[in-house]
């Protein structure tokens, strides 16, 4: 059954310095979106690209953060400088529509752990 | 905006026994409801979703749950668990006027199944 990967599982990381989260979302998926949960919160959505480009993006997705899809199967998250509140669990997700009836595929997530 | 509120972060229950994980949601528009599931080191997976129609909602591995948009909640429910059962559930919701689907998450409910 095709699934969407993350790696690395768990990042840990100075402050100040830059991580790039990888995803790799299911092939014939068009889709795709970040999330994130600080320790005890709500899951919450960062941002959804479609077609190259950033369809929507959240209040929390700031200039510190940026996506890419460098290739025809990865799908990247960078914090350019981390900051302390930056820690927190990143899911990826992948989907074959932008309908909100179809279903999001997740990934397993990466811990990102700033110091 | 919406938002979704679990109010019980935990739920312990014992083995073959009924459980109800409790989802209210808020919203000035009709929304779509969806509960995931995390099983430990695994990504959120969809158990069931609500889109329109019959309020009464079935899933995989034998969870249902109810719509009642008079109480704005979505709970879930199982008339006997398992150990397997064991995970982290998350209640969603997107708007489906929205310009992509991005789902916004509830904090979660631990299901802890004793034997």
């Known amino acids: 059954e095709p699934e969407v990967t993350q790696t690395p599982s768990h990042q840990v990381t100075q402050m100040g310095q830059e991580v790039i989260l990888r995803c790799v979302p299911i092939s014939n998926h068009l889709y795709f979106y970040w999330y994130r949960q600080i320790l005890g919160q709500k899951v919450e959505f960062l941002v959804s690209f479609y077609n190259n480009e950033i369809s929507e993006k959240s209040e929390i997705f700031d200039d510190q953060f940026s996506v890419e899809r460098p290739d025809g199967s990865n799908f990247t998250l960078k914090i350019r400088s981390t900051k302390l509140e930056d820690s927190a669990m990143y899911f990826c997700a992948s989907s074959d529509s932008g309908g909100t009836a179809h279903e999001q595929f997740f990934g397993p997530g990466t811990r990102l752990t700033v110091l | 905006a919406q938002s979704v509120t679990q109010l019980d972060s935990q739920v312990p229950v014992f083995e073959e026994a009924p459980v109800e994980l409790r989802c209210n949601y808020s919203?000035?528009?009709?929304?779509?409801l969806f509960w995931y599931v995390q099983y430990p080191n695994q990504g959120l997976q969809l158990l069931l979703k609500y889109l329109s129609g019959s309020t009464l909602v079935k899933g995989i591995n034998g969870f249902e749950a109810e719509f009642n948009k008079s109480q704005t909640s979505f709970h879930l429910r199982k008339p006997s668990v398992h150990i397997s059962d064991t995970a982290e559930y998350f209640c969603?919701?997107?708007?489906?006027?929205?310009?992509?689907?991005?789902?916004?998450f509830g904090t979660g409910t631990l299901l802890a199944v004793q034997p």
């Open positions: 969603a919701v997107s708007d489906p006027g929205g310009a992509t689907n991005k789902l916004i």
């Open positions: 919203s000035s528009v009709s929304v779509y």
